[in-house]
C-alpha cells in the first residue's frame, strides 16, 4: 500500500518530489517508475533488501547519478533528466541537498576544520573567517569543538561521520539525504551518529535516510518507504508499516530484519 | 698513493662536468614536469583528439631509449633546418623522455584518488574544476611524487649519455682525463662515485619525503 504523506500529515509544503523515476545500468533495470514526495521537517526513512535501489535513488536525487528519465524536484529546483540543463542548475539542485555517505567521504589531507569551512567558501562563497565561525560552531554542535585541527584519519569512525554531517550541513541545505549512515560503524560508535541524527531531526530538518536500523525508522522517522527490485513496494506511516505491512515483500523483509 | 693524487687532479675538471649534468638534469625537470603535468590530463581528457595527441607524445617518449631521441635532437633535426647547441639538443631530448615518463606516474596518481572523495566533493556542489584544484591535484601528485623522485635520479644518471652529442657533462670529462691520462680506472671510480654520492643521499630523500606525505592518507 503506497499512501501520499500529505493524506496523514496535512498542510506541510512539498520540499522534495521525485516523479517517474528511471534509471539503468546497461542491461539491468535498477529503477523503474519511482515516485516519492518527502514534506518540510518531516523524516522519511527508507528500507529493503539490498539491491533494492535505495542508494540508486539517493544518488539520483543529487545528480551523482544521470537518470534515465524522471524529474527530480528539491526546494523549487527542478531537473528533467531528459532534458539538458546547464550547470548552474545542476549546483544549485545539489547545493540545496546535503549527503552524507556510508564511508564518510572525507577529504584526508585537509584538517577536520578545512573539510568543513573549505566548501563553504567554494559553493557560498563565504569569507574564511564566516566559514571557519561556522564549522566550529557545527563541529561544536557535533561534539567536536576539540579536533578542528585534527586530521580525518586520526579520529574514530563515529567521528568522521560526524565530521561529514557538519561539513553537509554547513551549506545549509534545505534536505539532508542519508545513506547507511551507520552501516560502516560498530554498534555502540553508530549510536553516537543516530544521537546526532535524532537532534537534527527535533530542529525540523528534512531529511531522508536509508537505513538498516529499524529502531531508529520505526521511532524517529514520521513516514516510511519500502523498496524492492528496483521499485517503491509500500510508503506510510513506519509504525503501521512494521505492524502489520501489506505488501508480502515487506512482510518477508521485515521478518528476516527484526529475526536478526 | 698515486690513485688520491690523482683523484685530487681529476676531481675539478669532474666536478665541472658535474655541474653541466646537474644543471641538465635540472632544465629536463624545469621543462619537462609542466608539460608531464599538461600531458597527464591529455591522456585523461574526453576529448578525442587530445587524448590521441597526448598519448602519442608519451608512447613515443617511453618507447624510444633517451639516446635515440637524443642523437636524434642532435645529428637529425639540423637536417630539416634546424641547428640547436649541443645543451640544447639534450634538453630537447631529455625533457621529451622527462615529460613522458612523469606523465604517466601523474596519471596513475591523479586516478588513485578514491572515487568516494570525488562523488563527496561533487556532492557538496563543488565544480569540476575546483574539485580538481583542492580533491584530485593536492593528492594525486602527493601519491605520484615517490615516483618522479625515483625518475629524477635515474634522469641525472642518463644525463651521462648526453656526452654522446658533445655536452660537456661529467662522462664526457671523464673520457678526456682518461685519454689524455690513461689512468682510465681511477677516472671512471671517481666519476662512479661522484654519481652516486649524489643518487644515494636523492634516493634516502625521497624515501623520507615518501613516508612524511602518507602521513594523513
Ligand atoms: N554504478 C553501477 N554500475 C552498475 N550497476 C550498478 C551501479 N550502481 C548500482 N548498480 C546496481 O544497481 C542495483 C541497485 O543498487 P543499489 O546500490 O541502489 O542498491 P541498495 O538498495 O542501495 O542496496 P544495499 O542495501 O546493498 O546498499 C544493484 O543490482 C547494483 O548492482
Ligand atoms: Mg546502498
Known amino acids: 500500500m503506497i499512501e501520499n504523506p500529505q493524506d496523514r500529515l496535512p498542510g506541510r509544503r512539498e520540499v522534495v518530489r521525485v516523479r517517474n523515476l528511471a534509471k539503468s545500468f546497461g542491461e539491468n533495470t535498477v529503477l523503474s517508475d519511482v515516485n516519492l514526495t518527502v514534506l518540510e521537517g518531516t523524516v522519511t526513512a527508507m528500507i529493503g533488501p539490498s539491491g533494492a535501489g535505495k542508494s540508486t535513488v539517493l544518488r539520483c536525487m543529487n545528480l551523482l547519478e544521470r537518470p534515465d528519465s524522471g524529474t527530480i524536484e528539491i526546494d523549487g529546483h527542478v531537473i528533467d533528466a531528459e532534458r539538458r540543463f546547464s550547470n548552474r542548475e545542476l549546483f544549485a539542485l545539489r547545493r540545496s541537498a546535503g549527503m552524507v555517505f556510508q564511508h564518510f567521504n572525507l577529504f584526508p589531507h585537509m584538517t577536520v576544520l578545512r573539510n568543513v569551512s573549505l566548501p563553504q567558501q567554494r559553493v557560498l562563497g563565504r569569507s574564511k573567517g564566516e566559514a571557519d565561525e561556522r564549522a566550529m560552531a557545527l563541529l561544536t554542535r557535533m561534539g567536536l569543538a576539540d579536533k578542528g585541527e585534527q586530521y580525518p584519519n586520526r579520529c574514530s569512525g563515529g567521528q568522521q561521520q560526524r565530521i561529514a554531517i557538519a561539513r553537509a550541513l554547513a551549506l545549509d541545505p534545505k534536505v539532508m539525504l542519508f545513506d547507511e549512515p551507520t552501516s560502516a560503524l560498530d554498534p555502540e560508535v553508530g549510536l553516537e551518529v543516530l544521537e546526532v541524527m535524532k537532534e537534527l531531526a527535533a530542529s525540523g530538518m528534512t531529511m531522508i535516510v536509508v537505513t538498516h536500523e529499524m529502531s531508529f525508522a520505526r521511532s524517529v522517522s514520521e513516514d516510511l518507504i519500502v523498496m524492492a527490485d528496483g521499485g517503491i513496494i509500500e510508503q506510510g506511516d513506519p509504525k503501521r508499516i512494521m505492524a502489520e505491512p501489506s505488501h508480502p515483500r515487506t512482510q518477508e523483509f521485515l521478518r528476516a530484519v527484526l529475526q536478526r | ?217
Open chain 2, 1 to 217: 698513493m698515486t690513485f688520491f693524487t690523482d683523484a685530487a687532479a681529476f676531481l675539478p675538471v669532474l666536478l665541472n662536468g658535474l655541474q653541466v649534468s646537474a644543471i641538465l638534469t635540472l632544465l629536463s625537470l624545469l621543462f619537462g614536469l609542466p608539460l608531464a603535468g599538461v600531458l597527464a590530463f591529455g591522456i585523461m581528457s574526453k576529448n578525442r583528439v587530445a587524448r590521441l595527441i597526448a598519448i602519442a607524445i608519451v608512447e613515443v617518449g617511453r618507447g624510444a631509449p633517451a639516446l635515440v631521441l637524443l642523437q636524434l635532437m642532435y645529428f637529425g633535426l639540423p637536417d630539416v633546418g634546424i641547428t640547436l647547441s649541443a645543451l640544447a639538443s639534450a634538453t630537447v631530448a631529455l625533457t621529451w623522455t622527462t615529460a613522458a615518463y612523469c606523465a604517466e606516474y601523474l596519471r596513475g596518481g591523479l586516478s588513485a584518488v578514491p572515487a568516494g572523495e570525488i562523488e563527496g566533493s561533487q556532492a557538496l556542489g563543488m565544480t569540476t574544476a575546483d574539485t580538481l584544484r583542492y580533491i584530485i591535484i593536492p593528492q594525486g601528485w602527493r601519491i605520484a611524487l615517490p615516483s618522479l623522485m625515483g625518475f629524477a635520479v635515474i634522469l641525472f644518471q642518463a644525463t651521462s649519455l648526453a656526452y654522446t652529442v658533445t655536452v660537456q657533462e661529467m662522462m664526457s670529462q671523464a673520457y678526456s682525463l682518461g685519454a689524455s691520462t690513461f689512468k682510465y680506472l681511477t677516472v671512471f671510480v671517481l666519476a662512479g662515485l661522484l654519481y652516486a654520492v649524489i643518487s644515494i643521499p636523492a634516493t634516502w630523500l625521497s624515501v623520507l619525503l615518501e613516508k612524511r606525505m602518507a602521513r594523513h592518507l
